[in-house]
């Protein structure tokens, strides 16, 4: 009862543990008292501040009692004992609660510290989308109104406006898919390094040269790209047997390249499976490609390539 209540009913049994206590101290040894360290404890764990104030007055008169009842049988060297046991069990009480105390404080701080970080999220999270798709559905909603206008008085500049409202559309999507990116973005340089750190400790000894380094990418790009790498690099391995794998960056004709070549035994008989259709799909929502050429001589290239956008193309 002690244990699972911490109302009227762990006073019940503490007082309850100290006229037991008290029995066996007077009839049988008085240094029976030590056992009331188990009640304080548990009195210390109370909820209501008079819970604990009764169970140490309970537990002061437990120690009177006794004291009284063995006052001709207590030698001196018994007293110098069972005096400062007394004081340390009206005091540990106090001592539990405060620390009981202190702990429930931590939690709810560390609860109050985990509602602040997420309440800063949202606050991020609706910023950017004020000022990044809601600009961009302005736009839109403009744009759509001018076009309805036109339709009547200017018929050949609706397809010009229409035009203008789906490279719009195509961006608000873009800056949706780059916000959800942000929320789970995986940074392609980290993840470079980590493959190599991981093939590495498979005896795959890894090379990386990036010739580009310059390019800035979207979080998007970055994510994807960083995740086809890491299925390029599972499936190396689980399936090339290789003992060398060489990763180059490139930037091209306004194509930013990922080239991934092992001297393994190739993909002869094993086919696209999961991995490498995944890394085609996140290609292609890049509008890029993702190629593999196998030899059994020569190993296993995989190609991945975006297009560059506007502005970042590396200087000349």
Not at 3 to 30: C, H, M, P, Q, V
Not at 241 to 256: D, E, F, K, V
Request: net charge neutral; with cysteine.
């Amino acid at each position: 009862m002690a244990l699972w209540n911490r109302d009227w009913k762990l006073l019940l049994a503490s007082i309850i543990g100290f006229l037991l206590i008290t029995i066996l101290a007077i009839y049988e040894d008085i240094f029976m008292l030590i056992f009331g360290f188990t009640f304080a404890d548990l009195l210390g764990r109370a909820k209501s501040k008079w819970h604990i104030a009764s169970g140490i007055l309970g537990m002061a008169v437990m120690f009177l009692i006794v004291f009284l009842a063995t006052t001709n049988s207590l030698a001196l060297v018994d007293s110098q004992v069972l005096v400062p046991m007394m004081i340390i069990q009206l005091v540990f009480p106090i001592l539990i609660y405060f620390v009981e105390k202190s702990k429930n404080l931590q939690n709810e701080l560390t609860d109050v510290n985990t509602q602040l970080v997420q309440q800063e999220e949202r606050q991020r999270i609706a910023r950017d989308l004020h000022d990044t798709i809601g600009h961009t559905l302005t736009m839109i909603k403009v744009k759509t109104e001018l076009t309805t206008k036109l339709i009547d008085r200017d018929p050949s500049s609706v397809k010009q406006e229409l035009n203008d409202i789906l490279a719009t559309t195509r961006t608000a999507l873009k800056q949706v898919r780059e916000l959800v990116s942000d929320m789970n973005f995986v940074s392609l340089q980290t993840e470079l390094h980590h493959c190599q750190q991981l093939l590495q400790s498979a005896n795959i000894k890894t090379t990386i040269h990036n010739h580009c380094p310059k390019i800035v990418l979207s979080s998007v790009e970055e994510t994807m790209l960083a995740l086809c790498v890491r299925e390029a690099t599972t499936n190396m391995l689980k399936h090339s047997l290789a003992q060398n794998c060489h990763m180059q960056i490139h930037c091209r004709t306004r194509q930013y390249t990922i080239a991934i070549q092992d001297d393994g035994i190739g993909l002869e008989q094993k086919g696209l499976g999961n991995g490498m259709n995944s890394m085609k799909e996140r290609m292609r929502v890049l509008q890029g490609d993702a190629l593999f050429e196998d030899n059994t001589k020569t190993g296993t290239k995989v190609i991945l390539s975006i297009p560059i956008q506007d502005g970042k193309e590396p200087p000349s």
